[in-house]
Every structure is written in C-alpha cells, then in structure tokens.
C-alpha cells in the first residue's frame, strides 16, 4: 500500500517551486541579499571550525547521485521480488525523475554556486541535487511506511525522514555548495514530484 497525501501538498509545493525558481532565476535582489548573508555568515562559521567542515564533506555524500540510485534500484528490485509491485513502481520512478528533473534544471537554468565554498562542483546550483534526493528518499519512506505503522510509529518516521532532508539540506548550504534558495528548491522538488508519482501510479493500479 502506498499512502496518498491530500492533492494540494504537491500542488503547494508545485506552486511554491515555480514562483522560486523565477525569483531566483530572475536575481530577485531580496533573494540575493538573503542568500549572500547567509552563506557568508557559514563561511565564517566554517573557517572557525575545520574539523566539522571535514566530517561534513563525507555525510553530504549520502545523498550523491550515485547512492541514490543504488538505493532506489536496490529497493524497487527488494520490493518486485516480494511482488510489491505498486510501490516497487513509485520508487522506480522517483529513482529516475528526481536526477532527470535537477539536472535538467542545472543544465537549462544559469544559477551559479557560491564561490570558493568548502567543496567544489562544477556545475550551476538550482536545486540542489543531494537535496533533492534526500528529500525525496524521506517522502517515499514515509508514504511507503505509513499504511503499516500505528500512531506512535508513523510520528518516527516523519521525524525521521524530516530529519534526513533537513540534514542533507543543511550539509550543502554549510559547505556553501549551494545557495540556501537552491536548497529550499530541493526540498519543493521532492515535495511536488513524489506525491504526485505516487497518486498517477495508484490510480492507474487501482484502473
């Protein structure tokens, strides 16, 4: 079973993600100003504190495109051998349009990264990849899981997953591989794509 939140979460999120995207595509100077004072105010926190700049480098990684993919892959083939065949569908598809839609975004999209962070990638920034992946791990997880658990657990789950996202989102931005805006941007993505799998693949099921 696959839990469907209510349609207007992922059209929020929708809504939420295009109106940001032309802000920040659009150099909105609000959104600049914030975005350059933030990071600013965690480069300086970060030369003060090398050690945790270091650990940080390597948890980001968790949520690299590659681990992404072996993990979706890993679970959409668990889940077919246990003929769970609706919810091996939905982490398929999340497996793949999550990394198509980012870098779609960053090869169309001209949002260059902060310069000089802490880790270099060459590429533009707008979402945030490792965002979006963590994102969207954490609400498949919880609409996987949510079906099957009691009260007490499906608040763990959420915690959880919120955790992870928050995490991961909060590596990039520490590590000044991204923007805040392209994190927030990360977590719309994965906010608007999943449920929305998730309803087109349960209704074609239930079809």
Not at 15 to 42: I, Q
Not at 49 to 68: E, M, S, Y
Not at 92 to 106: E, N, Q, S, Y
Not at 174 to 185: E, F, I, Q
Request: aromatic share 8%; charged share 15%.
């Amino acid at each position: 079973m696959i839990a469907r939140p209510p349609l207007v979460v992922p059209l929020v999120a929708l809504v939420a993600f295009l109106a940001l995207m032309a802000v920040v595509v659009g150099d909105w100077a609000p959104v600049e100003r914030l975005d350059v004072t933030l990071s600013e105010d965690l480069r300086e926190f970060g030369t003060d504190h090398p050690g945790l700049v270091d650990v940080l480098r390597v948890a980001t990684d968790i949520a690299a495109t590659v681990p992404f993919v072996a993990a979706g892959v890993v679970a959409t083939v668990g889940l077919l051998v246990r003929r769970h065949r609706r919810e091996a569908y939905l982490c398929a598809w999340v497996t793949v349009l999550i990394p198509v839609l980012w870098g779609l975004m960053h090869w169309a999209l001209h949002r260059p990264r902060p310069a000089d962070g802490f880790v270099f990638v060459d590429s533009n920034g707008f979402p945030s990849g490792h965002t979006s992946h963590a994102a969207s791990a954490a609400v498949v997880a919880v609409l996987l899981l949510w079906p099957h658990l009691a009260r007490r657990g499906r608040a763990l789950v959420v915690a959880g997953a919120a955790a992870l996202a928050l995490f991961v989102g909060g590596t990039r931005v520490m590590l000044l591989a991204h923007w805040p805006m392209d994190v927030l941007g990360g977590w719309l993505l994965a906010l608007t794509v999943v449920p929305l799998t998730a309803s087109v693949v349960t209704s074609r099921w239930n079809n």
